[in-house]
């Protein structure tokens, strides 16, 4: 089993940044693709980015964030990171780590919430304008 804990949330104004950090712990991540999402109240979870473990460790990010959030990850840490820039209300939402030992570097499933099997409880974070 993997245990997932964010942290680093908070309230920022709009342009401003944020790092959020989501500590693995039962398992290394070394083997897992790693993602975060995030939901805002009324809407559907969604997929913000996702660091795949294999195909030479790829990147992916949403539209909506790609050029603002970078995702990151410190394997010998456990731990996985998003850094998020340039912030905007419309940023505000509880974000998720998730981790599968999918493989979406075959599959492509990397901002499929279905497939991920382990999730941290949510952090919120709040842009205000």
């Known amino acids: 089993q993997v245990q997932l804990v964010e942290s680093g949330g908070g309230l920022v104004q709009t342009g401003g940044s944020l790092r959020l950090s989501c500590a693995a712990s039962?398992?290394?991540?070394?083997?897992?693709?790693m993602g975060w999402f995030r939901q805002a109240p009324g809407k559907e979870r969604e997929f913000v980015a996702a660091?795949?473990?294999?195909?030479?460790?790829?990147?992916y990010s949403a539209d909506s964030v790609k050029g603002r959030f970078t995702i990151s990850r410190d394997n010998a840490k456990n731990t996985v990171y998003l850094q998020m820039n340039s912030l905007k209300p419309a940023d505000t939402a509880v974000y998720y780590c998730?981790?599968?030992?999918?493989?979406?570097?075959?599959?492509?499933?990397?901002?499929?919430?279905?497939?991920?099997?382990?999730w941290g409880q949510g952090i919120q974070v709040t842009v205000s304008s």
């Open positions: 039962g398992r290394t991540i070394n083997s897992y693709t």
């Open positions: 998730a981790a599968t030992d999918y493989l979406c570097s075959v599959y492509g499933c990397y901002n499929s919430p279905p497939r991920y099997h382990y």
């Open positions: 660091a795949i473990s294999w195909g030479g460790g790829s990147t």
